[in-house]
């Protein structure tokens, strides 16, 4: 398919991005959007294969009812997309923002949550399954996925004992970002992150209010594994982190906000995040360390008992069309596992260092493995550092 | 016969008039109550959550919070305090000296913030004591280096801010009550305006300022927002850890201790309050609570 549509791109990618944001504006309409971008023209080849473009009456998907109800994370999706479901569908969104899987996992656990649609991360996923909290997936309701597409790196952790729970929604790194500004000595791994807060930088660093980056990050800076629940380790990482307090900014995952107003410096930060940070301010730079650091997926899945199911599933089929996906990467800076979607996205993006980096950076990077999720130590040795 | 007549249907019908808010209170009060009462006694799931069990392994781990009911008490004294001082001359204002044209309104501007979500005005905070808030403002005029969003005093700043209308009213209240053939009696006997407040105007409005500290109080016990959004995470209160234990490490258990702890200070506080306001009530009968 891509093939297909790459045979029919009649302006660059760059153009298609520019044509976007004008239309994202609102400066120009959908119908002068789809045709000078060629999307139209398009639209009639690639009408089965990206139903989702077709501009459809309600009626056409069945009974959706009114409502979905989904948990993702903040600055994650685009709203041109959001509002173009609904008005495609009828069904009006309902977001929640999550500030940790943690949190999302601790309200699937408590039950009730009405949710239909949660974007989990790769390491929660077999947790997930073994507690019964999502059901498998039903590809066959969701045409715009192709399994091919994806590279099995990212998108293992969607089968559980052969069977299919999730499907893949971007990728993407957890470094630091670094005002350089005000910070000149350009730090480069975990241990200089920490040597920086308790020094040049004092006050001025944040570090998240989430034990898998944040202790991960203290883990690496000491030498040992991102997913380390050895207690021993873990109570160095206590200490470090008791100690490096008073010189902390914030302890918070909304970190946007205090590197904006310049209060904070440094941040453990995601690339998505950088990249929007350094669209508007190109004193940030985003470094992945080289003493180790996450490398993760996000994934779409439906929890078991979801109210709008068949909404659910044409809510993710929608958000797996490859022109969708890339129109989502334009506005949170994050990369799609996708590669019909990388092919739509404009080469400055597909060049881009920060969502692409050099395949040798990501060497020493971890994917979260399930038990540093469900650990009782790491979570106490975070609630602790906190209330310290 | 009259009497008879009247006070058996009203039996029935009190019983009936009762039975929703019996119900309510049983259901979503006592009920839930004995839920964490249970808990506290159990561990923590393997993967997080409540496992069965007797144990007081909660509540001897509760000294590792220790800290954050320190920090609880001391920011919910401290913030109470504030909040009065600010509130008092604002009640006073408004009950004995403002134009009755004005009353009204003003009445309305003091609760006007309390139509938009505490959330949203304590975020609004962030960005004002933020880099490029109040400290701007102050470097423009030479003063450099200031920092106070994520300080102590910033988390001071937002109490005092989301909390003052609740201590304005109920003192309000209490002042406007006044006789005010008493504080002209006062005068006329030669009392200085500073003697009449000190032995009129300030016993007689004590309840209400019993009943606004205890409000504040209370809700700053179970405070987590303003600390979290202002205090960056590093002001912790008992709130937080709260959230924190239920939210983020899922251990219920140690969660349902702390809270037991927290729920018995607060009877511990409130009974003390009650002693409190009935010395001060001195056979007067009008409570405001």
Same mark, same amino acid.
């Given at each position: @398919?891509?093939?297909?549509?790459?045979?029919?791109?009649?302006?660059?990618?760059?153009?298609?991005?520019?044509?976007?944001?004008?239309?994202?504006?609102?400066?120009?309409?959908?119908?002068?959007?789809?045709?000078?971008?060629?999307?139209?023209?398009?639209?009639?080849?690639?009408?089965?294969?990206?139903?989702?473009?077709?501009?459809?009456?309600?009626?056409?998907?069945?009974?959706?009812?009114?409502?979905?109800?989904?948990?993702?994370?903040?600055?994650?999706?685009?709203?041109? /997309?959001?509002?173009?479901?609904?008005? @495609?569908?009828?069904?009006?969104?309902?977001? /929640?923002?999550?500030?940790?899987?943690?949190?999302?996992?601790?309200?699937?656990?408590?039950?009730?949550?009405?949710?239909?649609?949660?974007?989990?991360?790769?390491?929660?996923?077999?947790?997930?399954? /073994?507690?019964?909290?999502?059901?498998?997936?039903?590809?066959?309701?969701?045409?715009?996925?192709?399994?091919?597409?994806?590279?099995?790196?990212?998108?293992?952790?969607?089968?559980?004992?052969?069977?299919?729970?999730?499907?893949?929604?971007?990728?993407?790194?957890?470094?630091?970002?670094?005002?350089?500004?005000?910070?000149?000595?350009?730090?480069?791994?975990?241990?200089?992150?920490?040597?920086?807060?308790?020094?040049?930088?004092?006050?001025?660093?944040?570090?998240?209010?989430?034990?898998?980056?944040?202790?991960?990050?203290?883990?690496?800076?000491?030498?040992?594994?991102?997913?380390?629940?050895?207690?021993? #380790?873990?109570? #160095?990482?206590?200490?470090?982190?008791?100690?490096?307090?008073?010189?902390?900014?914030?302890?918070?995952?909304?970190?946007?906000?205090?590197?904006?107003?310049?209060?904070?410096? @440094?941040?453990?930060?995601?690339?998505?995040?950088?990249?929007?940070?350094?669209?508007?301010?190109? #004193?940030?730079?985003?470094?992945?360390?080289?003493?180790?650091?996450?490398?993760?997926?996000?994934?779409?899945?439906?929890?078991?008992?979801?109210?709008?199911?068949?909404?659910?599933?044409?809510?993710?089929?929608?958000?797996?069309?490859?022109?969708?996906?890339?129109?989502?990467?334009?506005?949170?800076?994050?990369?799609?596992?996708?590669?019909?979607?990388?092919?739509?996205?404009?080469?400055?993006?597909?060049?881009?260092?920060?969502?692409?980096?050099?395949?040798?950076?990501?060497?020493?990077?971890?994917?979260?493995?399930?038990?540093?999720?469900?650990?009782?130590?790491?979570?106490?040795?975070?609630?602790?550092?906190?209330?310290? | 016969?009259?009497?008879?007549?009247?006070?058996?249907?009203?039996?029935?019908?009190?019983?009936?008039?009762?039975?929703?808010?019996? =119900?309510?209170?049983?259901?979503?009060?006592?009920?839930?109550?004995?839920?964490?009462?249970?808990?506290?006694?159990?561990?923590?799931?393997?993967?997080?959550?409540?496992?069965?069990?007797?144990?007081?392994?909660?509540?001897?781990?509760? %000294?590792?919070?220790?800290?954050?009911?320190?920090?609880? =008490?001391?920011?919910?004294?401290?913030?109470?305090?504030?909040?009065?001082?600010?509130?008092?001359?604002?009640? $006073? $204002?408004?009950?004995?000296?403002?134009?009755?044209?004005?009353?009204?309104?003003?009445?309305?501007?003091?609760?006007? %913030?309390?139509?938009?979500?505490?959330?949203?005005?304590?975020?609004?905070?962030?960005?004002?004591?933020?880099?490029?808030?109040?400290?701007?403002?102050?470097?423009?005029?030479?003063?450099?280096?200031?920092?106070?969003?994520?300080? %102590?005093?910033?988390?001071?700043?937002?109490?005092?801010?989301?909390?003052?209308?609740? =201590?304005?009213?109920?003192?309000?209240?209490?002042?406007?009550?006044?006789?005010?053939?008493?504080?002209?009696?006062?005068?006329?006997?030669?009392?200085?305006?500073?003697?009449?407040?000190?032995?009129?105007?300030?016993?007689?409005?004590?309840?209400?300022?019993?009943?606004?500290?205890?409000?504040?109080?209370?809700?700053? =016990?179970?405070?987590?927002?303003?600390?979290?959004?202002?205090?960056?995470?590093?002001?912790?209160?008992?709130?937080?850890?709260?959230?924190?234990?239920?939210?983020?490490?899922?251990?219920?258990?140690?969660?349902?201790?702390?809270?037991?702890?927290?729920?018995?200070?607060?009877?511990?506080?409130?009974?003390?309050?009650?002693?409190?306001?009935?010395?001060?009530?001195?056979?007067?009968?009008?409570?405001?609570?």
């Amino acid at each position: @398919m891509s093939k297909i549509y790459k045979e029919n791109k009649p302006i660059t990618s760059e153009k298609l991005m520019n044509e976007f944001h004008r239309y994202q504006k609102g400066s120009i309409t959908r119908r002068h959007f789809l045709r000078v971008t060629g999307l139209g023209a398009a639209m009639t080849v690639l009408g089965t294969a990206m139903p989702s473009l077709l501009p459809r009456k309600a009626h056409a998907f069945g009974n959706l009812g009114n409502r979905l109800v989904f948990a993702t994370w903040p600055n994650y999706h685009n709203q041109v /997309n959001l509002d173009e479901f609904t008005k @495609m569908t009828g069904v009006h969104l309902q977001m /929640n923002a999550f500030g940790s899987n943690e949190e999302m996992l601790a309200k699937l656990q408590a039950g009730g949550t009405g949710w239909d649609v949660i974007v989990p991360t790769n390491y929660t996923i077999t947790n997930y399954v /073994n507690l019964g909290l999502i059901q498998p997936l039903d590809l066959s309701r969701l045409p715009n996925y192709d399994g091919s597409a994806n590279d099995p790196m990212f998108a293992g952790p969607a089968t559980v004992n052969g069977t299919v729970y999730c499907v893949p929604k971007n990728w993407g790194t957890t470094g630091f970002i670094i005002n350089t500004k005000k910070i000149k000595s350009s730090p480069k791994s975990w241990k200089d992150f920490f040597d920086v807060t308790m020094g040049a930088g004092s006050g001025h660093t944040i570090v998240h209010d989430y034990q898998l980056t944040t202790i991960g990050a203290a883990l690496c800076a000491l030498g040992y594994s991102f997913n380390s629940i050895d207690p021993n #380790e873990l109570a #160095e990482v206590e200490a470090l982190l008791i100690k490096s307090k008073p010189h902390l900014f914030a302890i918070t995952s909304d970190y946007q906000p205090g590197m904006r107003s310049g209060d904070a410096w @440094m941040s453990i930060c995601w690339n998505g995040d950088a990249t929007q940070l350094k669209n508007d301010l190109p #004193e940030m730079d985003y470094v992945i360390a080289t003493d180790g650091g996450e490398i993760w997926t996000d994934f779409y899945a439906i929890p078991t008992g979801a109210p709008h199911l068949d909404a659910a599933y044409v809510f993710i089929n929608y958000l797996q069309d490859p022109y969708i996906q890339a129109r989502e990467a334009s506005v949170h800076g994050y990369a799609p596992t996708d590669s019909r979607a990388i092919a739509l996205q404009p080469d400055s993006l597909g060049s881009d260092p920060i969502l692409h980096p050099a395949a040798e950076l990501l060497n020493g990077l971890e994917f979260g493995a399930a038990q540093t999720m469900t650990d009782p130590v790491r979570a106490e040795v975070i609630a602790r550092f906190k209330s310290a | 016969m009259l009497k008879n007549e009247d006070s058996k249907p009203n039996h029935w019908l009190t019983a009936a008039l009762l039975m929703p808010t019996t =119900m309510w209170f049983m259901f979503m009060l006592i009920l839930p109550l004995i839920v964490i009462l249970i808990f506290s006694f159990g561990e923590r799931a393997a993967v997080g959550g409540y496992a069965a069990s007797f144990t007081f392994e909660q509540y001897a781990n509760l %000294p590792s919070r220790l800290k954050a009911f320190q920090n609880t =008490m001391i920011f919910a004294t401290i913030g109470t305090l504030l909040s009065l001082f600010m509130a008092y001359p604002l009640a $006073y $204002y408004l009950a004995l000296r403002v134009d009755r044209r004005y009353k009204f309104i003003l009445l309305v501007l003091v609760i006007v %913030p309390f139509w938009t979500s505490l959330l949203i005005r304590t975020y609004a905070w962030i960005f004002i004591l933020g880099g490029r808030g109040i400290p701007l403002m102050l470097e423009w005029i030479g003063i450099e280096g200031v920092r106070l969003v994520n300080t %102590p005093g910033a988390v001071l700043i937002g109490i005092v801010y989301g909390y003052l209308p609740l =201590m304005v009213f109920p003192i309000f209240v209490s002042l406007e009550k006044i006789d005010k053939n008493l504080l002209e009696a006062s005068n006329d006997l030669g009392g200085t305006p500073f003697k009449t407040f000190m032995q009129i105007t300030l016993p007689l409005s004590m309840l209400g300022v019993a009943t606004g500290c205890m409000l504040v109080f209370i809700l700053l =016990m179970g405070e987590f927002l303003i600390p979290a959004f202002l205090g960056g995470g590093k002001v912790f209160f008992i709130g937080n850890a709260l959230v924190d234990l239920f939210l983020q490490s899922r251990n219920w258990p140690f969660g349902s201790a702390v809270s037991v702890t927290l729920v018995v200070i607060m009877l511990i506080t409130v009974s003390l309050y009650m002693r409190l306001t009935m010395r001060t009530k001195t056979g007067r009968d009008e409570s405001l609570m």
